[in-house]
């Protein structure tokens, strides 16, 4: 295990996880994740971030090639998520650091996940500046971006900016750069960890990158992922979350559905062709073929969701009722939603559905759809409007 020197005397000192397959519940299959921690070599030793709990061979072996661990001086904790701070409690044993930073909040966490009483915390206040040598570091808070304890670590002299969870991705990788990985399947995993992680915190996001441009900058190094190298780079990824936060709709609709005996199945087919017919794209997602995370990713190019269920046991089979609670904690805005379902005799799952998606703020051009046993042409024909008028109310929204 090797340190890789991303800078001069700058090393990224992290841990490539290929087996996690799950991040409070978004799904990291097929590639797992990478945990970044850097270390700094300067007058002051510092170590930039921690790994999980799991990695923690990993890291403590990476520095060790570096210097031995008790010459480590300064440990800054950008963030206390157990992803960088699972082996916070064992780097610290083993570095005995001088200092160790963090923000104002970051103190009320790292209290509250470990016995900091004989720890030399130092809790730094927002555009904090301390001198580590020939170099400087300003700490600067993004609180929100995801927690409440969220910072990042700018270094003026490297133009470098150590930017915690933003603009990360979770990729396991031998690479360390994504300018090494192809451009399509690296979009692919910045959609897919933005709409499952930071998608709620956009209005931070909108905030947040105007303070990065104003940076003089030309690296980016994320907690996970790869490294935006270059001025390109930094210029691509803070353009793509900017796209990303101001959620403007896209002219492509979502169906997700899940079925019983296939009647819910053959309305979701008829209500994408009544989509086609008006000229929007449409991607069909069934839950049982599916995971909520890859249906998420799927959000971020469409501007419309059509949600579908039978209804089972007076409500709407889990599957989705588990997709409607991830959707409406991820809040995404500015979507045009509409539902449908199959029924035996009692009917609910239609209006549940219409409901959840009202309740995400979602503008809802059509009536709730429902139909009872196995759909016949009525029904059909139905479905097939209600894919038109939401295709024209999308194609609207988009004009607008
Ligand atoms: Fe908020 Fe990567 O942890």
């Known amino acids: 295990m090797q340190p890789f020197e991303i800078k001069k005397d700058i090393f990224w000192v992290g841990a490539v996880d290929y087996d996690n397959r799950d991040f409070h519940g978004y799904s990291l299959s097929p590639a797992g ?44 904790c950008n963030h206390l998520e157990q992803d960088h701070a699972g082996a916070l409690a064992e780097v610290v044993a083993r570095c005995k650091p001088e200092k160790i930073f963090c923000s104002q909040l970051g103190l009320q966490s790292m209290a509250g996940h470990f016995n900091i009483e004989d720890w030399p915390v130092q809790a730094v206040k927002n555009g904090e500046e301390i001198s580590i040598g020939k170099r400087t570091v300003t700490f600067v808070e993004t609180r929100m971006l995801h ?44 959609k897919e960890y933005y ?66 005996w296939h009647s819910t199945e053959k309305m979701a087919s008829a209500i994408a062709s009544g989509l086609e017919e008006v000229g929007v ?62 029924y035996g005799w009692s009917g609910e799952s239609a209006k549940i559905l219409h409901e959840w998606l009202a309740s995400m703020g979602m503008e809802m051009p059509a009536d709730p759809l429902k139909f009872q046993w196995t759909p016949k042409h009525e029904c059909l024909k139905a479905c097939h409007e209600m894919g038109r008028t939401v295709g024209e109310a999308l194609k609207k929204k988009c004009a607008e």
Request: net charge neutral; proline share 6%.
């Open 147 to 190: 927690w409440p304890d969220s910072m990042v670590s700018y270094i003026p002299q490297d133009k470098l900016l150590i930017s915690n969870d933003a603009f990360g991705q979770n990729i396991a990788s031998t690479q360390r750069f994504a300018d090494e990985c192809p451009q399509e399947d690296f979009m692919h995993t910045i």
């Open 33 to 76: 994740s990478t945990y970044n921690a850097y270390f700094v070599n300067d007058e002051k030793k510092v170590l930039f971030d921690t790994v999980s709990a799991s990695a923690t061979g990993a890291l403590l072996c990476r520095l060790a090639k570096l210097l031995p661990l008790e010459k480590v001086d300064y440990i800054v």
């Open 195 to 260: 709409y499952n992680i930071v998608l709620p915190y956009s209005p931070q996001v909108l905030k947040a990158v105007p303070l990065v441009e104003s940076l003089d900058i030309d690296m980016i190094a994320p907690d996970h992922g790869l490294i935006h190298r270059g001025k390109a780079s930094c210029r691509f990824i803070l353009d793509a979350y900017r796209t990303m936060a101001e959620q403007k709709p896209s002219r492509k609709a979502l169906i997700v559905y899940d079925t019983m």
């Open 281 to 342: 794209p449409v991607r069909l997602m069934s839950m049982k073929r599916n995971h909520h995370s890859a249906i998420m990713s799927e959000l971020a190019d469409c501007g419309a969701v059509i949600a579908g269920s039978p209804t089972h046991n007076n409500g709407i089979l889990p599957l989705m009722a588990a997709m409607m609670t991830y959707m409406k904690g991820l809040r995404p805005k500015n979507r045009i939603g509409a539902a449908f379902g199959s």
